[in-house]
């Protein structure tokens, strides 16, 4: 009983905790993460609900799949920097 | 590189005035306390419907009343759902993303790329990865009809396979060919057809003949779960294919 009023108070508290990080927080990269986390965090509060479908969507579209297209966006605005940096410099084009 | 992009975004040229952003935040938390509220204030009809749920199920064809909700009561808003994916993949699909990237057009959907070097121990961990993430999505496509599990959940384990594959980077995909447009559409072309026969047996397009609700349920879910991992696949590949399209190039 008291086991789970504790699991459930820290996975309220985690889930408020990491939205709000994600939001917060300056870096892109920290932020992706921090959101993927949630997904998962939500993921374990859905199975607590007895909610096993959306646990599973969750789980796999919502931590997973999502997770991975924002870091490739992510990676996408790393690369444009990159290009920009080396435009900047003068020797375009020797990039690897 | 990264402090640049950091700097850059912490700069206030988002294109919004303070003011702006004022109204903004009031407009969006008016919005959320109005749903907060509506939550609160509308906690009768739940209870009933879920209750309206499992006393239908015997006439549903499935044992899973989530699978029972999706593709027999509300099989409109799947079918929707479904119709709005295929939107979203026509949105996506490469035109010209993939151009000038591979020299010779690949034909399959698959194709292997020799020239990448793997590192030997992630190709023997997708050897097993791939395979398992397969059989995992059949799975939970099958077990939809009696515990939690369907289209939805295997496509994107089946897709989850597709980005790994594509993410070890000895794999391309092509997405030009017919074959692959019909298989992004299969879910919602198998959805309507089933409709239309439907409408030919009962004269109603969506309520399924008890005796084969199972059938046209299975057999929806199994092209939906097709496109949906396509699709999903699709939406990954290009924004990675879009994101490094310089590695073939260079190497030129």
Known sequence: ?96 | MFLKLETRETGSDVGLSTLACFLLGVVITTLSAALIIAVIVSDKAAPELASLAMQNLNTSGVENPVTAVLLNFRSYDTLLEIAVLLIVAVAVLPDQCFAGKTSLPAKRFLSRNVKHQVNPVLAGLLKWLVPLALLVGGYLLWIGAYAPGGAFQAGAVIAGAGVALSLAGQHDFTWQTTSVRITLSLGLLVFIVVAAINNLITGTTLQYPVSYAGLFILIIEVAATISIAAILLLLFVCLKAIAEPAREGDTQ
């Open chain 1, 1 to 96: 009983m008291w086991a789970e009023i504790v699991i459930d108070v820290v996975l309220a508290g985690g889930v408020i905790t990491l939205a709000a990080l994600s939001l917060v927080v300056r870096q892109v990269f920290t932020a992706i993460v921090l959101y993927i986390s949630l997904g998962l965090m939500v993921t374990i509060i859905w199975t607590r609900l007895n909610a096993w479908d959306v646990a599973i969507a969750e789980a796999a579209i919502g931590a997973g799949l999502t997770g991975a297209l924002l870091l490739v966006a992510w990676r996408r605005l790393h690369e444009k920097e990159d290009v920009n940096d080396v435009s900047e410099a003068g020797n375009s084009g020797n990039r690897v």
